[in-house]
């Protein structure tokens, strides 16, 4: 006799939603009172590298020893920043580099949040105190959150210490309710009221503020192979105005052209439209200008330029070979199912798109395609000079596309490169010491930070010091220092011995 059963599945039980929102709203709390302590520890790091001590120009100021302009500072070396406002201390400029890597910042993201933290201490200090209570889970309702602090903090920044006084008196009281019109209007009448001529300059320079950027290099786009970026500006009203007509009226055309795109898209692809038509105007071509003689060149140019730099790899390239080891031609693209590689890479996006989208790109009537020599980055180029040739910086560059300082997202092209290993003008002839695999890119900021780290009493350089070592007498710990492991990874070491490891993905704290 068969017998059957029937498995019993238990209701979870019910859910104290109460509850939920209490661990909500305590976790909340939590996260504001760590905000708090990060915000202030950020305070206290800058205030210890300050230059408060008065010191004399060209002498060692401040609580670390660090050195003034003058005529006994390293070139290149340390300097103060004014990253407050008026009245404010300033800030030695590689305390930045330490501080944002250690809270996984980069430094144009860590430079802002010490100046943040430099305004409201030090400017606006009944605010700061309103931040403080965010500490106290018990007092966090009428609290300054940082992120609000911080947004007015930077608008302060260029008040006088009269005019930020008057808005950190009037805005405390209501501050963490207060909504940012309101905070911009009272900022607005502190500067009438303590600083009218600015006031006056601020109206008549106002064009000066006017921008247009296109965010080749877009750090959060969610997905970068698909070859589109964001745009934005502040432009002139009657400027902005005919370029929303002129948008407007080629988005119809390409309506009435048969694109079935909606009205965003096609506003999108009006622009690039507008620019192609713009650039490939002739304004001179080969006839007279004003009964005058034809100009001997025209500014024709094409409308669009494709340059293609040829990555190969061996599946790209190389014979498949089947299990009895027939060739049967490429490799197939697991990810795509085709022929070979399908993806290519934007050099100076960095981003990852389809072959097709490049196809598109290259099919515009007028785009000139230009394509680049392939370079074998497997080889080892090396020479004797200090000086990078362009044959070793385009191998570096293509290897390490982005900056290799911890944190440093920025494209390689137009950045330093740095010996990894400090070049020795005393080394022996034949040593080969500049070569593909003891560059690295650095921005200018991080290059002169590892390069001239602040000196303590430092003496100057000793004649046995190459270009890319400390002055004689900094002590070691006092300086970054890194090195490329044989995978590629630079593994830095800050002047307070937190280790980091940057490889193609980003960085990684060590400690």
Same mark, same amino acid.
């Given at each position: 006799?068969?017998?059957?059963?029937?498995?019993?599945?238990? &209701?979870?039980?019910?859910? +104290?939603?109460?509850?939920?929102?209490?661990?909500? @709203?305590?976790?909340?709390?939590?996260?504001?009172?760590?905000?708090?302590?990060?915000?202030?520890?950020?305070?206290?790091?800058?205030?210890?590298?300050?230059?408060?001590?008065?010191?004399?120009?060209?002498?060692?100021?401040?609580?670390?020893?660090?050195?003034?302009?003058?005529?006994?500072?390293?070139?290149?070396?340390?300097?103060?920043? #004014?990253?407050?406002?008026?009245?404010?201390?300033?800030?030695? #400029?590689?305390?930045?580099?330490?501080?944002?890597?250690?809270?996984?910042?980069?430094?144009?993201?860590?430079?802002?949040?010490?100046?943040?933290?430099?305004?409201? @201490?030090?400017?606006?200090?009944?605010?700061?105190?309103?931040?403080?209570?965010?500490?106290?889970?018990?007092?966090?309702?009428?609290?300054?959150?940082?992120?609000?602090?911080?947004?007015?903090?930077?608008?302060?920044?260029?008040?006088?210490?009269?005019?930020?006084?008057?808005?950190?008196?009037?805005?405390?009281?209501?501050?963490? %309710?207060?909504?940012?019109?309101?905070?911009?209007?009272?900022?607005? #009448?502190?500067?009438?009221?303590?600083?009218?001529?600015?006031?006056?300059? /601020?109206? &008549?320079?106002?064009?000066?503020?006017?921008?247009?950027?296109?965010?080749?290099?877009?750090? /959060?786009?969610?997905?970068?192979?698909?070859?589109?970026?964001?745009?934005?500006?502040?432009?002139?009203?009657? /400027?902005?105005?005919?370029?929303?007509?002129?948008?407007?009226?080629?988005?119809?055309?390409?309506?009435?052209?048969?694109?079935?795109?909606?009205?965003?898209?096609?506003?999108?692809?009006?622009?690039?439209?507008?620019? @192609?038509?713009?650039?490939?105007?002739?304004?001179?071509?080969?006839?007279?200008?004003?009964?005058?003689?034809?100009?001997?060149?025209?500014?024709?140019?094409?409308?669009?330029?494709?340059?293609?730099?040829?990555?190969?790899?061996?599946?790209?390239?190389?014979?498949?070979?089947?299990?009895?080891?027939?060739?049967?031609?490429?490799?197939?693209?697991?990810?795509?199912?085709?022929?070979?590689?399908?993806?290519?890479?934007?050099?100076?996006?960095?981003?990852?798109?389809?072959?097709?989208?490049?196809?598109?790109?290259?099919?515009?009537?007028?785009?000139?395609?230009?394509?680049?020599?392939?370079?074998?980055?497997?080889?080892?180029?090396?020479?004797?000079?200090?000086?990078?040739?362009?044959?070793?910086?385009?191998?570096?560059?293509?290897?390490?596309?982005?900056?290799?300082?911890?944190?440093?997202?920025?494209? &390689?092209?137009?950045?330093?490169?740095?010996?990894?290993?400090?070049?020795?003008?005393?080394?022996?002839?034949?040593?080969?010491?500049?070569?593909?695999?003891?560059?690295?890119?650095?921005?200018?900021?991080?290059?002169?930070?590892?390069?001239?780290?602040?000196?303590?009493?430092?003496?100057?350089?000793?004649?046995?010091?190459?270009? +890319?070592?400390?002055?004689?007498?900094?002590?070691? +710990?006092?300086?970054? %220092?890194?090195?490329?492991?044989?995978?590629?990874?630079?593994?830095?070491?800050?002047?307070?011995?937190? %280790?980091?490891?940057? /490889?193609?993905?980003?960085?990684?704290?060590?400690?």
């Amino acid at each position: 006799m068969n017998q059957s059963s029937t498995a019993v599945v238990e &209701a979870p039980a019910a859910t +104290d939603t109460s509850a939920l929102l209490v661990t909500a @709203r305590a976790a909340a709390a939590a996260q504001q009172a760590a905000e708090v302590a990060t915000f202030v520890a950020v305070a206290d790091w800058a205030d210890a590298h300050t230059d408060r001590s008065g010191g004399t120009v060209g002498d060692p100021i401040g609580p670390l020893g660090l050195w003034s302009e003058g005529p006994n500072s390293v070139p290149g070396g340390d300097r103060f920043l #004014e990253l407050g406002g008026p009245g404010a201390p300033l800030v030695s #400029e590689f305390c930045l580099y330490e501080i944002s890597a250690a809270l996984g910042r980069s430094v144009a993201s860590g430079r802002p949040l010490i100046g943040d933290a430099i305004e409201l @201490r030090h400017r606006l200090p009944r605010l700061y105190s309103r931040v403080l209570a965010g500490a106290d889970p018990t007092a966090q309702k009428r609290a300054l959150p940082v992120w609000r602090a911080r947004k007015i903090a930077a608008l302060t920044r260029t008040l006088t210490a009269e005019g930020a006084d008057f808005v950190d008196r009037n805005l405390a009281p209501v501050a963490h %309710r207060a909504t940012m019109p309101t905070v911009e209007r009272l900022v607005a #009448e502190a500067t009438a009221r303590f600083d009218p001529e600015n006031a006056e300059l /601020d109206r &008549a320079d106002a064009d000066a503020g006017r921008y247009f950027t296109i965010e080749t290099n877009p750090v /959060d786009a969610a997905a970068p192979w698909t070859g589109v970026v964001p745009v934005h500006g502040t432009l002139d009203l009657a /400027d902005a105005l005919d370029l929303n007509n002129a948008v407007q009226r080629v988005a119809a055309d390409l309506a009435a052209a048969g694109c079935d795109a909606d009205l965003d898209v096609r506003r999108s692809m009006a622009l690039g439209e507008l620019a @192609r038509r713009q650039t490939a105007l002739d304004l001179y071509g080969a006839t007279a200008v004003d009964g005058g003689e034809a100009p001997t060149g025209s500014t024709r140019t094409p409308a669009r330029q494709v340059v293609l730099y040829v990555h190969l790899s061996d599946a790209a390239i190389a014979a498949h070979r089947s299990a009895d080891g027939l060739e049967t031609g490429p490799g197939i693209d697991p990810v795509t199912g085709h022929t070979g590689i399908d993806l290519a890479r934007l050099e100076n996006t960095r981003a990852l798109i389809t072959a097709d989208q490049v196809r598109d790109w290259c099919r515009t009537p007028g785009t000139q395609v230009v394509v680049k020599p392939v370079i074998d980055l497997s080889g080892h180029v090396a020479v004797d000079a200090y000086e990078v040739p362009d044959r070793i910086a385009e191998r570096v560059r293509l290897d390490r596309p982005t900056c290799a300082f911890p944190y440093c997202g920025r494209p &390689a092209r137009g950045l330093d490169l740095d010996h990894t290993e400090a070049y020795r003008r005393e080394a022996a002839p034949g040593a080969r010491q500049t070569s593909t695999s003891n560059l690295a890119p650095l921005c200018r900021g991080e290059h002169r930070a590892k390069t001239h780290p602040s000196p303590t009493g430092a003496s100057p350089p000793g004649p046995s010091d190459g270009p +890319d070592d400390p002055p004689g007498g900094v002590p070691p +710990d006092r300086r970054w %220092r890194y090195h490329r492991d044989p995978l590629g990874t630079y593994v830095w070491t800050s002047p307070h011995g937190l %280790r980091y490891a940057v /490889d193609s993905t980003g960085t990684t704290p060590l400690d």
